[in-house]
């Protein structure tokens, strides 16, 4: 590891006249630095800025709709001077309709957002592949994250693409195929004796030593904004107008708030109507520090040491954005639900088995949590509801089972059957005891 | 002297210093020492009320001092604090 790499000289995002650069969420100050994340007056978030009229005058909806799929498609509302050269084909995943899931969780219309189906099977890869660019962009020696999963895979594949090393920061209890998944694309995965708090602190004090971009530390506001692709890729399968309702998962809440801004965009550069959207959220119980403040109607959240969950992508203690997520969810007529596991896991089940669909956790837990919000009535009868299905189950191979009624056959998983000799009387003779 | 660890942002105010080294048997007690002896680091580590700032985090030889007595923490002679952004996103 070479620590001390200098950063490398300032590019500042401000080569289109869209580009407003960096300012702090907090206060407001302008930030002059190509790859600050912190703001030198307050210590706040630093976040882009955009000249939404001179993105108005760019972009309409036959512009966008003649484009090429993926996040690209968008580039006027993402912090990069131009679409990356190299990178992956991220984002246009399926707006689908649920209407078997919607009948069982007792939403009449009810849209999957199945971003699944990205290049490492969540949607990290829409907050790299802005992240990469920008690390292209100024010339960065190597990527590199902290992971609670998802991002290792999405942040080492982005690596592979772009040509560049990665360093991946783990928690060393992390679920075995998600290291794997990132080893899988070159990457060098560090597991760290701790929690993902822990890991994400480490990460920290390293990004300030070393010269490698870490996706969400020093290239966090270049990496949120990809998360903004989710709305517009909503907003644009509905025909260019918003649900009633938004359902996603709660870790750091930084997808959650990113919705919001995304469709808040749209319909400032008047590419959607301003219509009132509801977002709910949703957390695993074992770790639910802003849907346990939504719940006591704190103005802020308390944090949680030791995450206590099956829903690994969910397991972050301190959420960054967590005060702006509970601001959005209350201001918009919304909630945010805790989950607990064998609801997760049970939600898993129906929406493979009712859908065809096979997601990870933080997709059981966004399930789950819209019949909560439907059951709590912040979901009501007739609204159009998205749910963000958020990762591939693949990734959480074991989930699903927690608290499976007990079908077990010889084999001891629901489903399987102990093997048969390979003759015509041996199946027959299965069927006829199955039957 | 416990040892306070600097980061980058704050560093103009320190001088470049990295770490320093500061008095104090609590971690409010350092931080106040800190500024006494720092005094351009008020405006970005306490608020209006005199409080630590809702965008830093506090470590105490790596555990947030959240999990511990918050400002009221002990701080012995051979520990180390860092100061970091309140940032976190799997």
Not at chain 1, 44 to 70: H, K, M, S, T, W
Not at chain 1, 231 to 239: K, N, Q, R, S
Not at chain 1, 367 to 385: C, F, K, S
Not at chain 2, 72 to 88: C, G
Request: include cysteine.
């Amino acid at each position: 590891m070479t620590l001390a790499t200098p950063i490398p000289p300032s590019t500042p995002v401000t080569g289109e006249a869209r580009l407003r650069g960096l300012a702090c969420r907090s206060c407001g100050r302008p930030e002059p630095g190509a790859l600050a994340f912190v703001c030198p007056a307050c210590f706040g978030p630093l976040e882009a800025r955009y000249d939404l009229d001179v993105v108005a005058g760019q972009l309409n909806r036959e512009f966008i709709g003649a484009r090429a799929p993926g996040i690209w498609r968008y580039l006027e509302l993402l912090p990069v001077a131009a679409q990356p050269a190299r990178g992956l084909a991220v984002g246009s995943t399926p707006l689908l309709r649920a209407g078997r899931l919607g009948e069982r969780i007792g939403v009449e219309r009810l849209w999957i957002k199945d971003d699944t189906r990205n290049p490492t099977l969540s949607f990290k890869d829409r907050a790299v592949a802005v992240a990469a660019a920008r690390a292209v962009e100024l010339g960065l020696e190597a990527l590199a994250c902290a992971s609670t999963g998802n991002l290792a895979g999405a942040t080492a594949a982005a690596a592979a693409a772009v040509g560049l090393p990665a360093y991946v920061f783990i928690p060393a209890d992390l679920e075995p195929a998600k290291i794997d998944h990132a080893l899988a694309y070159g990457a060098t995965v560090v597991p760290i004796e701790g929690t993902y708090d822990d890991v994400n602190r480490l990460c920290l004090e390293l990004a300030d030593e070393t010269g490698w971009g870490f996706v969400n530390v020093n290239l966090r506001p270049f990496y949120a904004e990809g998360s903004k692709t989710l709305a517009f890729e909503i907003a644009e399968g509905l025909g260019w107008r918003t649900p009633d309702v938004v359902v996603a998962p709660i870790a750091s809440g930084a997808l959650f708030t990113k919705l919001g801004r995304g469709f808040d965009e749209l319909a400032r550069i008047g590419l959607i109507e301003r219509r009132p959207v509801r977002f709910v959220g949703g957390q695993a119980a074992g770790c639910a520090p802003v849907a346990n403040a939504w719940q006591d109607g704190s103005p802020t959240w308390s944090p949680v040491r030791t995450p206590d969950t099956i829903v690994r992508s969910l397991a972050i203690g301190s959420p960054a954005d967590g005060e702006e997520a509970l601001a959005l969810a209350r201001a918009t007529g919304g909630s945010v639900e805790a989950i607990p596991d064998d609801d997760t896991a049970a939600a898993i089940r129906d929406i493979a088995r009712l859908e065809g669909i096979y997601v990870e956790t933080a997709g059981g837990v966004t399930v789950a949590a819209a019949e909560a919000a439907r059951r709590r009535g912040v979901i009501r009868p007739g609204d159009e509801v998205v749910v963000v299905l958020s990762g591939n189950g693949l990734k959480t191979p074991d989930a699903r089972r927690l608290g499976a009624p007990d079908q077990a056959d010889a084999a001891g998983r629901p489903g399987l059957v102990a093997p048969l000799r390979p003759t015509l009387t041996a199946v027959e003779a299965w069927l006829e005891a199955r039957a | 002297m416990s040892t306070v660890r600097i980061p980058p942002t704050l560093r103009v105010a320190t001088g470049g210093a990295k770490e320093i080294e500061i008095g104090g048997s609590t971690v409010r007690e350092v931080l106040a020492d800190l500024v006494a002896t720092h005094p351009a680091l008020a405006a970005q580590l306490l608020d209006a009320q005199g409080e630590l700032n809702r965008f830093i985090n506090v470590f105490l030889n790596d555990t947030d001092v959240r999990y511990l007595d918050a400002l009221e923490t002990r701080v012995d002679a051979r520990d180390r604090v860092v100061l970091l952004p309140a940032m976190a996103g799997g």
